[in-house]
């Protein structure tokens, strides 16, 4: 579903109006991580800063480096994250978005999320591209980039239509996604929550390496 975006920044209005975008992250260290969502040309769309060793996740997206223009709230259930749900709320409103629950065992094999409305409705599943894929990423080469496919709908990933893909590109000291939203214009699934998955495989990645 389409939002309507109350504006005090140009660029929190353009990051989550936007079809495509960059999202990439600094190689993990002792510090953290670091996250900036980019749009073609460079320029910063969205700013996540997560310090290390935090059990209860609580993620801030900001439209700015100084972290002064807060975006979204995106904040795990619990400790545990092996099969976590983040809720996702709308920093400016407090109003909530949806939530987003890594499906544990499954992403054993092939990583695997759920996207849900702020009812609890299943409306998308993102999934990596490939179970062959997601085996030889695990098992035999980190340098194979992940690659995630955004289906809408509550069914099995590859039963609905692909509404956005999340391509990765390997780089031995940058993890980068060009998230490509076209195949969803009128927003079915919420941009805000698309927005919050890139963070999380960025963070959730971050936290693997």
Same mark, same amino acid.
């Given at each position: ?73 995106? $904040?795990?259930?619990?400790?545990? %994250?092996? &099969? *976590?749900?983040? #809720? ?6 407090? =109003? ?39 085996l030889l990423r695990r098992f035999l080469s980190a340098l194979i980039p992940q690659n995630y496919h955004l289906y809408l709908g509550a069914g099995a990933p ?19 996604? $060009?998230?490509?939203?076209?195949? %969803?214009? &009128? *927003?079915?699934? #919420? ?6 998955? =890139? ?11």
């Amino acid at each position: 579903m389409s939002q309507s975006i109350q504006p005090y920044g140009t660029h929190q209005v353009d990051v989550l109006q936007r079809s495509s975008y960059v999202a990439r992250r600094n190689f993990f260290n002792f510090f953290g991580i670091t996250c900036r969502i980019l749009d073609a040309q460079g320029l910063l769309l969205a700013f996540v800063k997560l310090r290390a060793f935090k059990l209860r996740e609580q993620i801030g997206v900001f439209a700015d480096e100084a972290q002064t223009q807060p975006v979204l709230h995106i $904040q795990a259930r619990s400790i545990i %994250d092996f &099969s *976590a749900t983040y #809720d996702v709320t709308d920093a400016r409103s407090g =109003a909530p978005v949806g939530a987003l629950r890594r499906r544990g065992w499954k992403s054993l094999m092939k990583d695997e999320w759920e996207l849900s409305s702020p009812t609890g409705e299943i409306i998308g599943r993102l999934a990596e591209d490939s179970t062959l894929l997601a085996l030889l990423r695990r098992f035999l080469s980190a340098l194979i980039p992940q690659n995630y496919h955004l289906y809408l709908g509550a069914g099995a990933p590859g039963t609905g239509p692909v509404v956005g893909r999340f391509i990765g590109t390997w780089n031995p000291f940058i993890v980068r996604f $060009q998230v490509d939203l076209s195949a %969803d214009p &009128s *927003a079915r699934i #919420d941009r805000r929550l698309t927005l919050a998955a =890139a963070v999380l495989l960025m963070t959730i990645e971050g936290k693997q390496r």
